[in-house]
């Protein structure tokens, strides 16, 4: 997770002042992905931060792929993370009486044109632009004849209305992260505002959006800085002020190339699902390009609110490592409180069907072992292969089944030995079991390994499971000694064959 101190930004940049209104804006056209989570946590710091606003805003004009199912999802997953929105969610499907307006406006000032050419008319532009090595950027006709209009219309032509950008002009942009970013306009295009059915473009609807919602600072990724000018373009055409920009650097994964399915979990809830919680995550996403100094890894949501500050992102790409994220999970796994991790695990257990098949009393049960996991998990998701053995019958994994056989002689006097000192026990207490088979290791002379690891397959199955005494414990004597006969039983038949 980049963003820990290999890059610093330079101390004087600008900071916010606040209070700020600022906006996240996701397309409900599938999940909350991670980058798209790291710009609502920035924006959602920055709010905090400054005593501002957090404003939701689900641009849902994308008809086709917007679904109440992402958009769903997108919510669950914010309230997941803790970023409550302040105004909101706001839609823009349910906004066209306010796009229409500011189209007419546009109309009524001179700043759009229609635009009545087809695509293929379009394209042989940008490829006379390509062949004489320009931008191929579209300039509208805007001297149509009113006989040529008259025939478009008796076609059934309708048209793009597109903003009359001035070539000879430029936007600059003083951005909080870029600093001063400036376009010539020379290299944008006519943008279109209004489509041939009058409906808004995304630039269009973004641009009002802010000047309505009067949003004082646009926090998101740097693949929207293209974006930028054309709405700052259409905000100052409509009279008003643009807010100010923050544009944050991509997210890659571990290989530098663009994040996505092939370096893990791509989605909020996905990270959920794996086991992990949302502080972990919170962190994680926070050092996603932004560090508070060349030391500190490790925040509270407190923390961050009082110590974020747009001034310390970097400019250059922030690395996401699912790794990384597990080793700081852990971490935070181990903080919990023995209440806090046994809610935390049963949360995870309940969605993920672990109790699906199990009696009433499972849940009881996991949180009687939480004492010997909370110490050895890096994700929730891990509990099963440490402690699913617990609920299922003896199952023993191929790969330690063949270590037990490769020399069943020893198999057996390990096991047999430990059962024969257990089934003594006065007391099934762990300080006693402990005793007991350290006594016994010490009477054969072997390494703690080599005696005690057939002992955890002859018990759980597997060679990574709680501790051994730990487990013992959790199995009780009765299913222990059970599961220690039952393991002999089958060595022993392969010894007399």
Request: net charge negative; with cysteine.
């Amino acid at each position: 997770m980049h963003g820990y101190p290999c890059c610093m930004p330079p101390i004087q940049r600008r900071e916010i002042e606040g209070p700020a209104r600022v906006r996240f804006a996701p397309s409900p056209t599938g999940n909350l992905h991670v980058g798209g989570a790291r710009t609502a946590l920035f924006n959602w710091l920055v709010a905090r931060h400054t005593g501002g606003v957090f404003v939701l805003r689900l641009e849902d004009t994308d008809k086709e792929r917007s679904t109440p199912e992402s958009e769903a999802q997108i919510l669950r997953a914010m309230e997941w993370l803790g970023l409550d929105w302040d105004e909101g969610p706001y839609r823009q499907s349910e906004r066209s009486d306010v796009y229409l307006d500011a189209i007419e406006r546009l109309k009524a000032s001179g700043h759009v044109y229609a635009a009545w050419e087809t695509e293929e008319e379009l394209e042989t532009q940008r490829d006379n632009a390509r062949a004489h090595k320009q931008a191929p950027v579209v300039r509208g006709r805007r001297d149509w004849t009113d006989d040529e209009i008259a025939s478009f219309v008796a076609e059934g032509r309708r048209p793009a209305w597109r903003f009359a950008v001035d070539v000879t002009g430029h936007t600059v942009i003083e951005d909080f992260v870029r600093g001063e970013v400036t376009f010539a306009h020379t290299a944008i295009e006519d943008f279109v505002v209004a489509r041939s059915d009058g409906t808004p473009t995304y630039n269009l609807a973004a641009a009002v959006d802010d000047l309505e919602m009067q949003i004082s600072h646009v926090v998101r990724g740097e693949d929207h800085l293209s974006n930028t000018p054309k709405q700052m373009m259409v905000i100052r055409a409509l009279g008003g002020q643009t807010p100010e920009y923050a544009h944050i650097p991509l997210i890659l994964g571990p290989d530098k190339k663009r994040l996505s399915k092939r370096h893990g979990a791509a989605s909020v809830e996905d990270l959920r699902d794996a086991g992990f919680i949302q502080s972990a995550v919170l962190n994680v996403f926070a050092l996603l390009g932004w560090s508070f100094d060349d030391k500190t890894s490790m925040f509270t949501v407190d923390e961050l609110i009082a110590k974020f500050g747009v001034a310390r992102i970097s400019k250059s790409p922030a690395i996401f490592d699912l790794k990384k994220l597990e080793v700081l999970n852990g971490r935070y796994l181990r903080m919990l409180s023995e209440d806090e991790f046994s809610d935390a695990l049963i949360g995870h257990l309940e969605r993920s069907g672990f109790f699906a098949d199990k009696d009433a009393g499972a849940r009881a049960r996991v949180i009687e072992t939480v004492p010997a996991v909370k110490r050895k998990l890096s994700t929730l998701e891990d509990y099963s292969s440490l402690a699913g053995w617990l609920f299922r019958p003896l199952e023993i994994e191929a790969e330690p089944w063949e270590s037990l056989v490769s020399d069943v002689r020893h198999s057996i006097q390990a096991i047999g030995g430990g059962l024969g000192r257990l089934e003594q026990l006065e007391h099934f207490t762990l300080e006693d079991i402990k005793d007991a088979l350290q006594d016994q290791l010490h009477i054969l002379g072997e390494d703690a390994r080599g005696f005690l690891e057939p002992q955890r397959i002859a018990l759980t199955g597997q060679r990574v499971s709680t501790g051994i005494y730990e487990s013992l414990v959790l199995a009780g004597r009765d299913e222990a000694l059970t599961r220690y006969r039952e393991t002999l039983g089958r060595l022993a038949d392969l010894w007399v064959a």
